[in-house]
């Protein structure tokens, strides 16, 4: 069964508290973005924002650490309240194995990002530590950008790995998870869906029927691979 996790980035921060009591009732996950301007030309949201979350929420929570020293962040990440620490493959080269052991060891679950152009096969001898395996459709840094469609191999590649190995990692999508790709993504293996702008957050104002319309996509996506 499809998962999904709303992407708080690109929620109506003047309606914090409202969207995510309707969302605690309808979301598998949270998923916050960390950003330090420098990983990625952006800043967006921090360990704070994930501890005033928890206040209000019992859902987990999908730390995605898009900065240049992970290390520095963990902690403060793991301390605030997050579930998952998920942590670009580009940046942990060199303690991949201490970081996931850390983690691991604080009762957090261990996330691995990949950018578009990251192949799986460089976190091919710690993949079986990985519990949550995001692939990038989209460059990282910026909501709203233009689906990478060659990701769509990427994703039944991981879903290939997983059945043959019987890795436990969730297979998730962060990039443009919309009406305009539910099927693709669905079909190439996708488990847990991280919806943004584009297929949550913008489709109405008022959050709770932003949901029933972005669901309503995904279910004519689901019931359409169950027919075929």
Sequence with gaps: MTKYSPSLMCMDLSKFKEQVEVLNRKADFYHVDIMDGHFVKN????????????????????????????????????NAGADY???HAETINGEAFRLAHHIKDKGKKFG????????I???RHYIHHVDKL??????????GQKF?????DKIKEAKDLKEKHGYKYLITID???????????LEAGAEVLIVGSSGLFNLNDDVEKA??????????????????
């Design 175 to 185: 990039g443009s998870c919309n009406k305009n790709t539910f099927q693709q993504l």
């Design 85 to 87: 620490i998920s942590l």
């Design 148 to 152: 990478v469609v060659e990701m769509i």
């Design 43 to 78: 800043i967006t949201l921090s360990p704070f924002f994930i501890q005033e979350l928890k206040k209000i929420s019992k859902l987990p929570i999908d730390a995605h650490l898009m900065v240049e020293n992970p290390s520095d962040f963990v902690d403060m990440t793991i």
């Design 121 to 123: 096969e460089a976190i």
């Design 211 to 228: 949901w029933d319309l972005m669901l309503k996509d995904v279910n004519n996506e689901e019931n359409h691979l169950l027919q075929s």
């Design 134 to 143: 995001t692939i990038m459709t989209v460059d990282p840094g910026f909501a």
């Design 112 to 119: 691995v990002v990949l950018n578009p152009e990251t192949p």
